[in-house]
């Protein structure tokens, strides 16, 4: 009887909200390929050496890219914020690779790239080509490292935790529609 009276209400509600014309998103209607900006960093190989330095690199750039991109309120913005930067990220990734030891250099480039599907707690990022700032490492042959950075919801992980530390205000906002 408690699961039937429980199984009313939720239909009651439900009933409620769609003659009342409230509409809740559908994860399909927040993710539009157009509206991101990722970000690509590929090692010069798949070598555990080259591997260990992209995430190095990885760290740097997207501690550097947070104050950058923090305050830009469309796509275009970040995108024009980043080119202008190009040098500024080369030079942050070719410093990682100098101080571990490395000879080869980094080169930065937009392109549009296509990305797998990826779950992000809540959002569905679905496969797709997306817009992208392409940070080669020496030849950039390497396993690859990828996030979205605009919105500004790349985020850190710590390579031995399930932990994610999300860095925008954007996407709390995207998450609270989201469960409405």
Not at 86 to 102: C, D, Q, R, T
Request: hydrophobic share 45%; glycine share 4%.
């Amino acid at each position: 009887m408690k699961y039937v009276l429980s199984a009313l209400c939720v239909l009651g509600i439900i009933l409620t909200l769609v003659f009342c014309g409230i509409k809740l998103p559908s994860k399909e209607e927040v993710i539009v390929a157009e509206d991101y900006l990722r970000i690509h960093i590929r090692a010069n190989s798949d070598e555990a050496i080259d591997q260990n330095v992209k995430y190095k690199v990885k760290d740097a750039v997207v501690e550097a890219l947070i104050p950058i991109l923090a305050d830009c309120q469309t796509k275009s913005e970040a995108k024009n914020v980043l080119k202008q930067n190009f040098s500024y990220v080369e030079s942050i990734a070719n410093n990682v690779l100098k101080a571990n030891g490395f000879e080869y250099k980094s080169s930065a480039k937009f392109d549009r790239e296509v990305f797998p599907l990826r779950v992000y707690d809540e959002i569905t990022l679905p496969e797709g080509e997306y817009d992208a700032l392409v940070l080669n490492l020496g030849s950039g042959k390497g396993n690859n490292w990828w996030c979205v950075v605009y919105p500004a919801f790349c985020f850190l992980e710590t390579k031995n935790s399930d932990n994610v530390v999300y860095i925008s205000q954007i996407w709390e906002i995207i998450k609270s529609v989201i469960k409405r």
